[in-house]
Structures are given as C-alpha cells and as structure tokens.
C-alpha cells in the first residue's frame, strides 16, 4: 500500500527555517517526481514545489527563492527547506506523487507566528 508520512513542521518566529521530510512507502517513489502542497485556514489546497525524478525543480512565485525541494531516493523521501518564513506560509503541508494518490497524508502543520 502506497503512504506518505509527512513531518517536521512546527511554530517558529518570522524570519525562522523549517525542515519538512514526506517518507513515502510503496514502492512509487524512485522514478516519480513528487510535489509539495499546502492548505492555509480556509484556502484550497495549492502546489507550492515539485521535484522531477532527475532532480529538476519548479516552484510556485510565493515561495521562489525561500523554499528548497530536494529528495534522497535511497530513504524514498523528500524534503522542503523552508527559510525566510511568512506568516503567510502558515499552513498544513502536505506532499505527493505526480500525478497526485488519492490517499494523502495526515499533513504537517507550519506555523509562523511571533
């Protein structure tokens, strides 16, 4: 059964970085690119960063020049570094396959906040 397991994300002052890990189970993970999206309280929920299963990255303008995705397809993870958090980057994130499951995961809170 494919799984995402999204973690890391927490409160942290504006300015702050967090590191946001999706480990993946299944066996979809090495060949498939993979997507970071997020769900601000009473927002749809909206692609923020893909990987391509070579290392190529797209990312949406709001968090261009903040944000890295990268992945380590020996742990069938990937990874958002966040820097220069926002309280506009407040949101649960959540991270898929492309194209997406439809069983995604629990999430992972961010919250930015002094």
């Known amino acids: 059964q494919v799984q995402l397991v999204e973690s890391g994300g927490g409160l942290v002052q504006p300015g702050g970085s967090l590191r946001l890990s999706c480990a993946t189970s299944?066996?979809?993970?090495?060949?498939?690119?993979m997507d970071w999206y997020r769900q601000a309280p009473g927002a749809r929920r909206g692609f923020i960063a893909r990987?391509?299963?070579?290392?190529?990255?797209v990312y949406a303008d709001s968090v261009k020049g903040r944000f890295t995705i990268s992945r380590d397809d020996a742990k069938n993870t990937v990874y958002l570094q966040m820097n220069g958090l926002k309280p506009e980057d407040t949101a649960i994130y959540y991270c898929?396959?492309?194209?997406?499951?439809?069983?995604w995961g629990q999430g992972t809170q961010v919250t930015v906040s002094s």
């Open positions: 898929n396959f492309v194209p997406p499951i439809a069983s």
């Open positions: 299944g066996g979809r993970f090495r060949g498939n690119a």
């Open positions: 990987i391509s299963s070579g290392g190529g990255t």
